[in-house]
């Protein structure tokens, strides 16, 4: 089993299973999410390139500062939009 903490400030880690992953992407929508750091977007946007050359169907967000979580209406519209996210990290 494995185990990821949430970097939020929780007290005790609660457990949640991993996503189910799918087999392929073909025919799914894929959530690109730009969390702010500098040149960030420069990775979302060749990263979002490469998936639409092989005909993959791309979105892209941005969050509004890298400091603080997404926001709730962000996350819903994202849920709502894709079948999978990559979010961009840094450091």
Known sequence: MTIILDPTAERA???KPAAT???AVDGLTVGLLDISKPR???FMQRLG???SAEG???KHYQKPTFTKPAPTA???EIAEDCDLMVEGLAD
């Open 74 to 76: 962000l996350r819903q």
């Open 56 to 58: 993959i169907q791309v």
């Open 13 to 15: 880690p609660s457990a």
């Open 21 to 23: 992953r799918p087999s």
């Open 49 to 51: 390139a490469a998936l």
């Open 40 to 42: 960030g977007d420069l």
